[in-house]
């Protein structure tokens, strides 16, 4: 008895063909499954390394850019409100100063509103505030 667990003599050449061809292929099949191995252990590093990486930005990145966000909206709300105070305010002292005029004899008090409307109907379009009005 031999290498394959039967003797020479008494079997044909294809059967020693066959076990060796056999033989050939259990050592292809170790080499592919130590390479396939190695391919997941590599599969499984990336995957650990994305894990890593989503964890930190669900932990520290996504909050960071919520406070910013919060932060950027109070401020433009502050901004927004101080722009509408200051409009207001320049209106009233715009109405406060036309209502000091002295009316000419030969004026009504309808041309000086005209007069003032229109004026601010020039500054609101330069402001770009067409929704503030006066009556």
Known sequence: M???GYGLL???SVIDDAADACEEMVDEIIKMAGV????LLL?????????WRVNALEKMLLPELRT???TTESMRDEREEFKWLFLIKKKKNRM???A?????????RFRINFRIN?????????DGLSELRVA
């Not at 599969?43 to 894990?51: G, K, N, P, V, W």
């Not at 000091?100 to 009504?108: D, E, K």
């Not at 229109?118 to 500054?123: K, P, Q, S, V």
């Open 96 to 98: 406060d100063l036309s």
């Open 10 to 12: 008494g079997t044909s």
């Open 2 to 4: 031999t290498n394959g």
């Open 68 to 70: 910013r966000e919060r």
């Open 43 to 51: 599969l499984m590093h990336e995957i650990a390394t994305l894990i």
């Open 118 to 126: 229109c004026e601010e109907n020039i500054l609101r379009d330069s």
């Open 100 to 108: 000091n005029l002295p009316v000419p004899a030969n004026t009504s």
């Open 36 to 39: 396939r191995m190695q391919a």
